[in-house]
């Protein structure tokens, strides 16, 4: 490969909440003596990002002036090459395109031009814990529909379940996830598309979180919700990112894809109203750096490495630890694992069995934050070697202890 995805890279003292925050907060907890931090909680990436990307923030950063500035055709013109591109968006122009400061507050810039304080909002769990927060935070109820695995283990919308509650909850507003964290379902076409019709059909706007659609793993394809059907496009607040796709999120900057010019002028408009959702010009510049001809190979081989990853780590989850259930994801680099037979057979709680890997420097995720009652999320976005050391000492200290 081009790029290095096996170094690993020491984070301690550089900002970085996912070794930096252990043990305060919603975090994990640190490690015993005796063992270093393996961090596989928070959702970013323990791999150096594109060189391209560092080397547009030195070159602007040269010029020793940072005033009041306005966004570059380059800036519009690389988020409009990597949709084609990456996406097979087509007809996408400048002007649907608008800065989020990140894509949870054009989430919630979204539901406030569509809801009234109170109002509920469908979104299928589990659920992402930034979703959860942000709502409840601006006053608005959470209808989940759960999503159902098959019998081939792969989570699927209950249409049934959704279409009830759009029938009887008085919802106009849905968040729509894809692909879907926690459980890094990549929905196909036929999905979207019936999902959608239900939107339609029950007059209910969506909003699409497509922060992680660059990251597919194998031979999967992100669609773009907005693609499926013109009243999809009409109807949807797409949210995209750099961030997830080459760990910028210290870095701010997200935008959204609004067709429809009556939603899009609205949105915008709620999103001005602080003053505060405006673009950094560094962040600005991060993103021109991404959208590279380097920053496609480098995603290119980021997902190569990452479906490695997921590859591995799930076959060690079902030969080795018993009474623990994994739904392989098709993007994103999180695993949900189900612990429930495991802690039934064990005596243990969910907490109790976080700590057990807390200790010895496994540092996962408490799924309950989640909607998974007994589950924790585990980040797979680290070299192949520490990803073989964490599942070495899951297996000796704590799942077979």
């Known amino acids: 490969m081009r790029f290095d995805f096996t170094s690993i890279m020491d984070r301690s003292g550089k900002d970085a909440m996912a070794v930096d925050a252990l043990g305060h907060g919603f975090a994990p907890q640190k490690p015993r003596k005796g063992f270093d931090v393996i961090p596989m909680w928070v959702a970013d990436m323990n791999f150096p990002t594109v060189p391209t990307i560092p080397q547009a923030i030195i070159n602007r950063a040269q010029h020793p002036a940072f005033g009041y500035f306005i966004p570059t055709d380059a800036y519009y013109d690389s988020i409009i090459q990597w949709q084609e591109t990456r996406n097979g968006v087509q007809g996408l122009t400048r002007d649907c395109i608008g800065y989020e400061n990140g894509v949870i507050g054009g989430v919630v810039s979204a539901l406030n031009v569509l809801c009234s304080k109170g109002g509920k909002v469908l979104l299928h769990s589990p659920t992402y814990i930034g979703f959860t927060g942000s709502l409840h935070n601006n006053g608005y109820e959470i209808v989940h529909s759960p999503l159902k695995l098959d019998g081939n ?5 209950d249409f049934e379940d959704m279409e009830e509650k759009l029938k009887t909850q008085d919802i106009h507003a849905a968040i729509f996830c894809s692909p879907h964290n926690p459980c890094g379902r990549v929905w196909e076409e036929w999905e979207i598309q019936k999902a959608m019709e239900l939107f339609q059909k029950y007059d209910v706007y969506v909003v699409s979180d ?159 934050m989640f909607h998974g ?4 999320r585990m980040n797979l976005a680290l070299p192949l070697s520490r990803v073989q050391e964490a599942m070495r000492r899951l297996d000796r200290y704590v799942f077979n202890a």
């Not at 283990?153 to 919308?157: A, D, I, S, T």
């Not at 793993?217 to 009243?231: A, E, M, N, W």
């Not at 009652?373 to 924790?376: D, I, L, N, S």
Request: aromatic letters at 12%; one cysteine or more.
């Open 153 to 157: 283990g792969v989570w699927r919308m």
């Open 373 to 376: 009652p007994c589950h924790v």
């Open 210 to 368: 497509e922060i992680w659609s660059d990251i597919i793993l194998g031979d999967y394809r992100h669609i773009p919700t907005q693609s499926v059907s013109q009243d999809a496009r009409m109807r949807t607040v797409a949210l995209y990112a750099p961030s997830k796709t080459f760990n910028l999120a210290g870095l701010m900057g997200s935008y959204h894809i609004i067709y429809n010019k009556w939603l899009r002028d609205r949105v915008e408009k709620e999103s001005s109203l602080s003053h505060y959702n405006e673009m950094n010009v560094l962040s600005m510049h991060a993103l021109i750096g991404a959208y590279q001809p380097e920053g496609h190979q480098w995603v290119d081989e980021l997902r190569q490495v990452l479906t490695e990853n997921v590859e591995y780590a799930c076959q060690y989850i079902r030969e080795h630890f018993q009474g623990v259930e994994v739904s392989k994801p098709q993007g994103t680099y999180m695993l949900f694992l189900d612990c429930t037979k495991w802690c039934e057979a064990h005596h243990k709680t969910i907490e109790e069995l976080e700590h057990l890997a807390w200790d010895v420097g496994v540092a996962w995720q408490d799924g309950r």
